[in-house]
């Protein structure tokens, strides 16, 4: 049951927060509209979209299948999520969303997009730092210090890292 109430909570805070942020927001500054521009920058794009949109949904299955919860911080998962995408970078659902929207604004291609991409990461990283971090360090004082020793925040390691 809780594995149950965990997949749809991630389902529905998948759709309403990185839908949002990723899906409805591109739209409202692109309306999607693809421009003329360079096939590779395009290629590129496209190939940064669907990065981003598997990782993404790989690391909210993980957070509901072994965290037991979500991303939401109203349901917080059980235990640190430290496997899959989690054992190269620890933030690997912000860096997806970001290559998501980079991903958009180099197939259009959209400057706006891009400056909204900068915005979106600089408010990431900020979270990050004053909320998501402290607030890990508190609920798994340390297992978060070593994974995070470990494990980089935004530059993936080619390796993954295993706390055993």
Do not use: C
Not at 7 to 36: E, K, M
Not at 82 to 91: E, P
Not at 116 to 129: K, P, T
């Amino acid at each position: 049951m809780a594995r149950l109430k965990a997949v749809l909570g991630s389902a529905i805070f998948l759709i309403v927060a990185p839908g949002t942020v990723a899906g409805l927001v591109p739209w409202l500054i692109s309306h999607w509209d693809i421009r003329p521009g360079p096939w590779v920058l395009r290629v590129a794009g496209a190939l940064l979209i669907v990065a981003g949109g598997v990782t993404l949904l790989a690391a909210f299955a993980r957070f509901a299948w072994q965290g037991l919860g979500t991303p939401a911080p109203i349901a917080p998962t059980r235990q640190l999520v430290t496997r899959g995408s989690y054992a190269h970078v620890r933030n690997p659902m912000y860096l997806a969303v970001i290559a998501t929207i980079v991903g958009q604004a180099m197939l259009l291609p959209s400057l706006p997009l891009l400056g909204y991409a900068a915005a979106v990461a600089a408010a990431m990283v900020s979270f990050v730092r004053l909320y998501e971090e402290p607030h890990l360090l508190a609920t798994y004082p340390q297992e978060y210090a070593d994974y995070r020793l470990h494990v980089p925040g935004w530059i993936p390691r080619l390796r993954p890292w295993s706390p055993h």
